[in-house]
């Protein structure tokens, strides 16, 4: 029972860092925050829409593989 809640957790870390806290801090880079608002809501979108795709592709790969 412990793999399965460290596999648990391990998957919502990994949500968590990459599709809330890494765009929220790179929203706060002089270099992006200076950028337009739509520059910025882009860079945003594209970084939490590629580590959101990233997590589920994992997820049903873990899936197929058996691995949760």
């Known amino acids: 029972m412990v ?3 460290v596999r648990s957790v391990l998957i919502f870390g990994y949500f968590v ?3 809330v806290w890494l765009p929220s801090w790179l929203l706060q880079v002089d270099a992006v925050a200076s950028s337009r ?3 910025r809501d882009g860079i945003a ?3 939490w829409g590629v580590a959101l795709f990233a997590g ?3 997820l049903r790969v873990a899936q197929q593989g058996g691995l949760i």
Do not use: Y
Request: proline share 0%; glycine share 14%.
């Open 3 to 5: 793999v399965g809640d």
């Open 17 to 19: 860092v990459f599709t």
């Open 37 to 39: 608002a739509w520059i």
């Open 45 to 47: 979108l594209v970084v």
């Open 56 to 58: 589920l592709a994992g």
